[in-house]
């Protein structure tokens, strides 16, 4: 199968429709939409909403610093969105010479072997070329526009780190909940923050990765959101979350937890809070039937380690059909994880646009 350098990939939801198009070293990355004709978006907020995802000169930090400023092209009339939204991010700091060691030879965890095998010499392997996690700033324009949408109906999408390697911070299933005031590397507990850097730089001084786990917080979705089966509220979050290529796993509530625990248990008994009916826990994340029950909706998401690593890997040289050692180069996050926090916003904020 020929590799279509135009190929895209699509959203198809009930209000939105989404295109992301370009490649990790192509001259330009972005984002086209339709379904937020009328509203008026801050796009001061939306840069600093995008700022939180870029590389930063951090030690879990990848050292390729874009700037991703967001350039509207069109779609905005007097400031509000008419018609098909069309934006660019401008990438201005490839070194595709990283890469040339990588022809032929896939790097381990990454795309590279798949879509080899399925494509032949037809598509973009700098970076990860249209599999890159490049990919999910154009996607955070449009998810950090719907959040903006949601928070005018008085909807709050919030994600944060609860676990980072082996170090363990507070969780939603604790029963903690707070404001995050650090934007850059959220957490419910900040006193585990140290310890958590310091599993980052160890993995990093090793020239290996670590991965996490990010949980989010959606509060303030009306009783009745969503639908059942194909279109419930756990398809569609999951649909996206697994749009975002470092994800491999998802659960609502207390998920998996659930297998341990008695119905008597698991169920979220009903009560009358004045003329509100509320739940007395919220196991089951706040969805019952595929639809909001009115109780925060929760949900988390585990990164993978950075397949990008430095560490000497076995691979297979696809030409000479021989096995191989790859030694990869070039910059890459010692941990994705922080910078992913804003992205499950983009895609929970999403979801739940699409599905009110």
Known sequence: MKFNDKQQSIFNGKKLCVEIFGAS????IGVLFTGLDGFKPDMDELQRFMDRRRAKKTAYSTKRLEGDKVIIEKGVKDGIIDGQFKAVIKNT???????????????PAHADFVAWSKYGDGFDYRGGGKFSGRLTAPMCIVGGICKQALKEKGITVDAYITQIGKVKGA???????REIFNQEFPLLDDSVKDEMMAEIESARLNQDSVGGIIECVIRGVPVGAGEYMFDSLESVISHLAFAVPAVKGIEFGFGFDLASMRGSVANDAFYYDGDKVKTKTNHNGGINGGMANGMPITFRVVIKPTPSIGIEQDTVDMVAKKNVKLKIEGRHDACITPRAVPVIEAIASMAIYDSL
Request: glycine share 4%; charged share 35%.
């Open 93 to 107: 700091a490839q070194r595709s010479s990283d890469y040339d060691n990588t022809v032929k030879t896939p790097r």
């Open 171 to 177: 969780s939603y299933k604790d029963g903690v909940e």
């Open 25 to 28: 070293h192509a001259p330009e």
